[in-house]
């Protein structure tokens, strides 16, 4: 356990000293709280017209929850963020250390490929973590201003958690295959969409090939812990693709110490 931590300790260390932390921080505050405002001024504007309908007609506006509302799209497109931010976190893990020659003395040193990939992972899930948190100013401000229910809010976070490790587990993998940052980083964006996109091809397809599609559409599992449903086959379904992504980074690890 100790050489995980070593190495996560390690990882951070490089996030934060280099620009890239910074840099996704930034771009990640500025589009969640742009997409925030948007959703906020568009539920009061409609609020507004239809309490004008509701005084002209004489009849008491059908009360709405606004709060939970806006917190279901502001995670639903915080989701679609993660699409471009999360291959930045991941981009550099292994690619980096292949450029710059390192990944020989990784190999070599008196630690496992297990250790390894699981430091890198917890690195990388402490900042995706961190910049999660800085969603709860959005959040906040629903609090101060509204009532929402805590359930959806609280299972929201949790969707959206088990996702983003997801992802990261997967550009991880794809982080072993190449030496260089911004192919690392298209190739996880691309397949990060894919399994995004198998959502909307599973419409046009048969009932069965519709079933086995949506199962594996990483948007089709989101979708309910945002609306408040925590399902145990979505929690399986995250985890087992954390876990799939995990082992697939210590296979090309292992297979990268073999080649030598």
Known sequence: MRNIFVIAERELKTYFISPVAYVVLTIFIF????????????MVESVSIRAAQSAQTGQAPEPIDMP??????????????????LPMITM????????????????????????VVLGKFLAAG??????????????????VYGNPAYGPILSAYLGVLLYGLAVLAIG?????????????????FGAILMLWL?????????????????????????????VGVVSTSHIVFYMSL??????LTYRSLDSLRWRG
């Not at 402490?126 to 609090?143: D, G, I, P």
Request: glycine share 6%; aromatic share 14%; hydrophobic share 55%.
């Open 172 to 188: 991880m993998f794809i982080s072993t295959l190449t030496e260089n940052q911004i192919v690392a980083a298209i190739l996880s």
């Open 92 to 115: 550099a893990l292994f690619s980096e250390e292949k450029k710059r020659g390192t990944m020989e003395l990784l190999l070599t040193a008196p630690i496992t490929d297990a250790e």
């Open 242 to 247: 954390t876990l799939v992504g995990l082992f």
């Open 198 to 226: 198998i959502d909307v091809f599973s419409r046009n397809a048969g009932p069965g090939l519709k079933e086995a599609l949506s199962y594996l559409s990483i948007l089709e599992h989101l979708s309910d812990f945002l």
């Open 68 to 85: 939970g509302l806006i917190a279901q799209q502001f995670f639903n497109w915080t989701s679609f963020i993660m699409l471009f931010i």
């Open 31 to 42: 589009l969640s709280g742009l997409f925030f405002s948007f959703y906020l001024s568009g």
């Open 126 to 143: 402490l900042f995706y973590v961190v910049l999660l948190s800085t969603t709860l100013v959005e959040v906040a401000v629903l609090f």
